[in-house]
């Protein structure tokens, strides 16, 4: 009979172990659609790129190894722990920390009906205006500062909280039809060198990368909205005629897994970002003339946009696409931008009126 040395038999654990993780980081790369990477791993570890995994079994995995090492519980642990400070995003495109709030998986409600919850009440206050209509605004990833802009060609910065944390990148939406990547530090544009005819010929509206900083999304003027990889900056799922006239708006969810679109043709979208499918459409409110946004609140449980005739904002539940409720903007004229915080239950809108509002849950 054959005795197994206590080290030999430790090594043949570790193997195990190794090719246990290899497999799980494939088919993380892989589900999330980072392809090329997920080739990559496959291939330099000889782990089969179809190889099965629970969905984010890998994320929960060292989720709750966090847990342990920090002396915390592990019933109840997020998976986006994972991300704490920024660390799972490639150092090319900074640090961005990613809101401490779980993902909703909205393939699992495709037959959810009705209205299931409520909408806070929110109160509103002018914060300031700009000398020219207020275009856009964007909080700061840790929801410490908001920036807006105008057509008086300022930016101004709103103090949220006390700190904020600046990115060393910045990737901007122009009237060309590809996007512009800059370091911030040295003014230099980055513009992928392969210009595909999928690009299109459109300018764009706008811009927004996934929490991973693995794929950016664009809104043209074409109505299409096209998904491009991180690295390589190329268009690797075009929507076209996403929207039938012009598309305003498209983000991620925040476990990157879905897109929320908005556009000229009064609709709101929500598309798979592995097969390009409409998950769920958002219906009534009516924006033709401004390029207004859609938006997920901090928590994606709502959803929130702009009707132009009613002056309102319109706040819709996001796994079963009922309107919720219906909020006075308090602008004169419609909001042309709206922009939830990352981290709290707030909101910003800005206005042809060129003031700038204020929104925050009443508690």
């Not at 043949?12 to 589900?31: C, F, M, S, T």
């Not at 393939?107 to 109160?123: I, M, P, R, Y």
Request: aromatic share 8%; hydrophobic share 40%.
């Amino acid at each position: 009979m054959m005795v197994i040395d206590g080290n030999f038999e430790q090594i043949l654990q570790e193997g195990k172990l190794y090719r246990d993780v290899n497999a799980l980081i494939v088919a993380h790369l892989r589900d999330n659609n980072l392809n090329q990477a997920a080739s990559a791993v496959a291939s330099a570890t000889m782990t089969p790129l179809n190889v099965e995994a629970p969905p984010n079994r890998l994320l929960d995995l060292v989720s709750k190894g966090l847990a342990v090492e920090k002396g915390e519980p592990i019933k109840g642990v997020s998976a986006s722990t994972l991300f704490d400070s920024g660390s799972a995003i490639p150092a090319a495109y900074g640090a961005i920390p990613v809101p401490q709030t779980a993902a909703i998986d909205f393939s699992a409600s495709l037959d959810v009906k009705g209205a299931s919850k409520t909408f806070s009440e929110h109160e509103t206050r002018h914060v300031s205006e700009h000398k020219n209509i207020a275009r856009c605004a964007r909080f700061s990833p840790d929801g410490r500062y908001v920036a807006t802009g105008s057509a008086d060609t300022s930016i101004k910065l709103f103090e949220v909280f006390a700190q904020c944390k600046i990115d060393l990148y910045l990737i901007m939406c122009t009237d060309h039809a590809i996007p512009h990547l800059y370091d911030i530090n040295t003014f230099k544009c980055y513009l992928s060198a392969v210009y595909e005819d999928v690009a299109g010929t459109a300018a764009i509206n706008q811009v927004r990368y996934s929490s991973n900083g693995g794929m950016y999304v664009t809104a043209s003027k074409d109505g299409a909205v096209r998904l491009w990889d991180g690295v390589s900056a190329k268009c690797v799922r075009p929507l076209i005629g996403a929207h039938g006239t012009e598309a305003t708006s498209a983000s991620f969810t925040k476990d990157h897994r879905f897109i929320l679109s908005c556009g000229k043709d009064s609709t709101v979208k929500l598309w798979e970002v592995g097969t390009g499918r409409l998950m769920k459409q958002y219906v009534g409110a009516i924006h033709t003339q401004l390029r207004c946004q859609a938006v997920f609140s901090f928590t994606e449980e709502f959803i929130l946009s702009i009707d132009e005739p009613r002056n309102e904002i319109v706040v819709w539940d996001a796994l079963t696409a009922a309107e919720v409720t219906r909020l006075r903007s308090n602008h004169i004229g419609p909001p042309r931008w709206i922009e939830h915080s990352p981290v709290e239950a707030a909101f910003v809108s800005c206005g042809t009126d060129r003031s700038i509002r204020f929104w925050k849950e009443v508690l």
